[in-house]
T-cell receptor, first 115, second 112 residues
Framework: DTEVTQTPKHLVMGMTNKKSLKCEQHMGHRAMYWYKQKAKKPPELMFVYSYEKLSINESVPSRFSPECPNSSLLNLHLHALQPEDSALYLC??????????????FGPGTRLLVL | QKEVEQDPGPLSVPEGAIVSLNCTYSNSAFQYFMWYRQYSRKGPELLMYTYSSGNKEDGRFTAQVDKSSKYISLFIRDSQPSDSATYLCAMRLNIGNEKLTFGTGTRLTIIP
């Protein structure tokens, strides 16, 4: 299994809703990432988990709450989002080999629309 | 000045042409360079990676890095309509730093 899977593919939510995005990988990777991508822009890093510990938080608003229950799973809990949070949310993983040739593998993304 | 500059395009070329995509960067500490391809409404797919100056070839794709000029390129030979996508360059600092810095992406269309 050499892929990163994300569910759901699409999500529409109101500003008062609570929802969660899910990401899964079975490649034995020990780092997992959340990115946000707006149309015609590059991915923006939100969070990094290394060995199931939050290692990077790029000053993301608290209405986004990440969770890493185990080394294969990564969740992003959403609460009280704003319309400007509508975007493609990408999950990625990398092996954390400690080698320079470390690469990140992306999932297909969840397209989120906040009404 | 952005850390990584990439011409956003759009770039349209006829099928069979050679495509040249480029990025420049300002931080000489970047050591590892990648090219991702992203089809519309999909996640980025890793195409090529390299960590030294010089060329790396994989099929129709060649990645070139010139660290002295802080310039990287991706060449696509015999371009196909299926190559139509957005191409993102990305770079990383040293070992232990997982953060990728992306270029803005170049939107490429191959015309049959």
């Amino acid at each position: 299994d050499t892929e990163v899977t994300q569910t759901p593919k699409h999500l529409v939510m109101g500003m008062t809703n609570k929802k969660s995005l899910k990401c899964e990988q079975h490649m034995g990777h020990r780092a997992m990432y959340w990115y946000k991508q707006k149309a015609k822009k590059p991915p923006e890093l939100m969070f990094v988990y290394s060995y199931e510990k939050l290692s990077i938080n790029e000053s993301v608003p608290s209405r986004f709450s990440p969770e890493c229950p185990n080394s294969s799973l990564l969740n992003l809990h959403l609460h009280a989002l704003q319309p400007e949070d509508s975007a493609l949310y990408l999950c990625a993983s990398s092996p954390l080999t400690g080698r320079l040739q470390e690469t990140q593998y992306f999932g297909p993304g969840t397209r989120l629309l906040v009404l | 000045q952005k850390e990584v500059e990439q011409d956003p395009g759009p770039l349209s070329v006829p099928e069979g042409a050679i495509v040249s995509l480029n990025c420049t960067y300002s931080n000489s500490a970047f050591q590892y360079f990648m090219w991702y391809r992203q089809y519309s409404r999909k996640g980025p797919e890793l195409l090529m990676y390299t960590y030294s100056s010089g060329n790396k070839e994989d099929g129709r794709f060649t990645a070139q890095v010139d660290k002295s000029s802080k310039y990287i390129s991706l060449f696509i030979r015999d371009s196909q309509p299926s190559d139509s996508a957005t191409y993102l360059c990305a770079m990383r600092l040293n070992i232990g730093n997982e953060k990728l810095t992306f270029g803005t992406g170049t939107r490429l269309t191959i015309i049959p």
